[in-house]
């Protein structure tokens, strides 16, 4: 938990930008029934990167820069986080599945002008990215995962993995439940994920920290959060588990990168790709679960590279 703590501190030290990147221009964009607040720069053809959780649009902050040099980035807080919409969850938790979030980023793409595009996600972004290229196959031209599985193979797992991956759990839990228990503990919830999912001796930016414990701090998001988990129970493995059921794969080629200290790396991520997908490719990263912050300038490389392949 030192390395955690530590990581706090400079947080509330620093005064941090609100969710900016240097060269990047913030733009309120339509999604499906909801505003997503985005960063938009770079030149070059549309690449959409999607954060995970607990954080915002910052995680690709390190990245950023680079890819900007090859691609017009499009850079989102996807809903229910940093400073996009957060709207109330419904009885079902279709307002938080992933081909709800996967509709707002086509809506966004489109009101930008870009019909077809690339698409990175890490963590619950990469789950977005995987349901955009199924449910969009015409939108998307190439996509990378970063450091996960699929959902209903993440449900099907072993117990050891449920021990490392506990929070899945309790968060889908009924509301108010988990919001109850995360009230006012946000700071040591996200210390504890921190520490147990980085790689020994990383320090995230406190830049990039701040925006992450700023944005936690709200109720909306803790709301919003809890229900992405309720919805990846409730709705986002039976979408999954109907694609497997009807062999519906990804027909794009798919970038699969994960730490070799991260929490894909022990269900053996290409196996369970390679099931999902005709083109995969993919390779372990020196880091843990936090991919883009941990291994910039390797994930910058591996993207690029990929991005920039001819089909």
């Known amino acids: ?32 029934g909801v505003t997503i607040d985005a960063l938009v720069g770079g030149s070059g053809p549309p ?4 954060h995970g959780y607990p954080q915002t649009r910052l995680a690709w902050r390190a990245v950023a820069c680079e ?12 809903r229910g986080c940093g400073r996009s919409d957060k709207p109330p969850d419904d009885a079902g938790h279709q ?3 992933k081909r709800r979030m996967a509709r707002d980023q086509m809506a966004t793409m489109a009101a930008l002008g870009f019909q077809r595009f690339f698409v990175a996600g890490h963590d619950r972004g990469g789950r977005v990215a995987y349901r955009l290229a ?31 991956l506990f929070h899945w759990s309790f968060l ?4 108010p439940l988990p919001e109850q228990l995360l009230e006012g503990r946000t700071n040591e919830f996200l210390a504890h994920l921190f520490s147990r999912w980085t790689a020994p001796g990383f320090a995230f930016e406190p830049v990039s920290m701040h925006d992450y414990l700023e944005c936690f701090r709200d109720p909306a998001t803790v709301h919003a959060t809890c229900s992405d988990y309720r919805a990846a129970w409730a709705v986002d493995r039976h979408h999954d588990l109907q694609d497997r059921n009807a062999n519906r794969t990804i027909g794009q080629p798919l970038q699969v990168l994960w ?7 022990a269900t053996g991520p290409m196996r369970i790709w390679n099931a999902w997908a005709a083109h995969a490719s993919g390779q372990a990263i020196r880091a843990g679960h936090f991919v883009p912050e941990e291994a910039p300038t390797e994930t910058a490389a591996a993207l690029r590279d990929f991005f920039s392949a001819t089909r």
């Open 95 to 97: 307002t938080y599945s």
């Open 134 to 164: 199924l449910d969009h196959p015409d939108a998307v031209e190439r996509l990378a995962v970063i450091d996960i599985v699929p959902t209903a193979d993440v449900f099907e797992g072993t117990a050891a993995s449920a021990m490392a």
């Open 1 to 32: 938990m030192a390395m955690a703590e530590t990581h706090l501190q400079a947080a509330r030290a620093d005064d941090a930008p609100q969710g900016l990147i240097d060269g990047f221009e913030r733009r309120r964009l339509p999604g499906d």
């Open 172 to 175: 889908a839990q009924p509301h």
């Open 259 to 265: 730490g070799n200290h991260g929490t894909a790396d």
């Open 47 to 50: 690449l959409l990167l999607l």
């Open 67 to 78: 890819l900007a040099r090859h691609f017009t980035l499009v850079i989102p807080d996807l």
